[in-house]
């Protein structure tokens, strides 16, 4: 099976999962709503931290690359 064949079945099964959780919740679809929302809003904030944070060790990264390249032109030239 190729990964992005069992990638699709994963996703397909969260989802199907997570709407049977919402059709049996034990709380009022607003209540469940509300608790979603607050959820996706910390998950959003957390994956917004950490693009932050890998943007920034990229830059870093880059920087890194570019000073290493200088010095070797330096030397050859």
Do not use: C, Q
């Not at 069992?6 to 919402?22: F, K, M, R, S, Y």
């Not at 709503?33 to 990229?58: G, H, I, N, V």
Request: hydrophobic fraction near 40%; aromatic fraction near 6%; proline fraction near 1%.
């Amino acid at each position: 099976m190729k990964l992005s064949n069992a990638l699709l079945l994963i996703l397909t099964g969260a989802t199907v999962g997570a709407l049977a959780g919402l059709l049996m919740a034990p709380a009022e679809g607003s209540k469940t709503r509300k608790k979603w929302l607050r959820k996706a809003k910390k998950y959003t904030k957390d994956l917004e931290d950490k693009a932050s944070e890998y943007k920034k060790k990229a830059i870093g990264i880059k920087e890194n690359i570019e000073g290493a390249a200088h010095d070797v032109k330096k030397r050859f030239t």
